[in-house]
């Protein structure tokens, strides 16, 4: 099956550093990707869509300056959380769809195993 | 702004039981609904997807309902087994793949 990893799949770090979280689909390829971020006993927000070649779309509240995500490749896309703060501590998840021959393959996302962050 | 909602928050339940979790959304007009169950410090597992033009998916012992013109799906776990304990997500998918989530139920299958 459709496998996506996460890479680093934990962090800490300090307040004011930059952090990049890899995710990469590593049997199938995919146009799009989805970063997701979990605070304890919550839910998963949708932050973006991490689109292959163009710029990514965010959504309602997401800062785009401080959350900037790379989509380089097919199989990869990356997220920096830049000068990280303790309120940036958090559970982020990226998730992909399945891309063959210029069609989307299914409507299964594939989500990733998570990066969790702590900012000190 | 499409919500989701999932009741109970939190259900523990002994070994054997059938059970039923319940996911509402206030928009109708979705693509599909997927269940995920989640374990701790983890990510995603897709359990079952029901497109919007379906009623229902199985799979093994798992069995999801959709109801789109009431805005209601549920879950159905037969035979609980401890480990079906984990966090259960209900996802509607809007337009461009965009999925929004219920805040889970915690279920507990004690042995």
């Known amino acids: 099956g459709a496998v996506v990893s996460q890479h680093p799949s934990w962090v800490i770090c300090k307040s004011g550093t930059s952090v990049k979280i890899e995710c990469r689909s590593l049997?199938?390829?995919?146009?799009?990707m989805f970063w997701y971020r979990q605070f304890p006993k919550q839910s998963l927000m949708l932050m973006a869509t991490?689109?292959?070649?163009?710029?990514?779309?965010?959504e309602q509240g997401v800062e785009k300056d401080k959350f900037l995500i790379n989509h380089a490749s097919l199989t990869l896309s990356t997220l920096t959380v830049t000068s990280a703060h303790p309120e940036d501590s958090s559970f982020y998840i990226c998730?992909?769809?399945?891309?063959?021959?210029?069609?989307?393959?299914?409507?299964?996302?594939?989500f990733g195993p998570g990066t969790r962050l702590l900012v000190l | 702004k499409q919500e989701v909602t999932q009741i109970p928050a939190a259900l523990s339940v002994p070994e054997g039981e059938n059970l039923v979790l319940n996911c509402s959304f206030t928009d109708s007009a979705i693509y599909n609904l997927q269940w995920f169950r989640q374990d701790p410090g983890k990510g995603l597992t897709s359990l079952l997807l029901i497109q919007s033009s379906q009623r229902e998916q199985t799979s093994g012992r798992l069995n999801a309902s959709l109801d789109k013109s009431s805005g209601r799906s549920t879950l159905y776990i037969a035979a609980s087994q401890p480990g079906d304990s984990a966090t259960y997500l209900c996802?509607?998918?809007?337009?461009?793949?965009?999925?929004?989530f219920g805040e889970g139920t915690q279920l507990t299958v004690n042995p």
């Open positions: 998730s992909a769809r399945d891309w063959l021959a210029g069609e989307i393959v299914g409507e299964t996302q594939y």
């Open positions: 996802a509607v998918a809007g337009g461009g793949s965009r999925l929004t």
């Open positions: 049997d199938f390829q995919a146009t799009t």
């Open positions: 991490s689109n292959e070649g163009s710029k990514a779309t965010y």
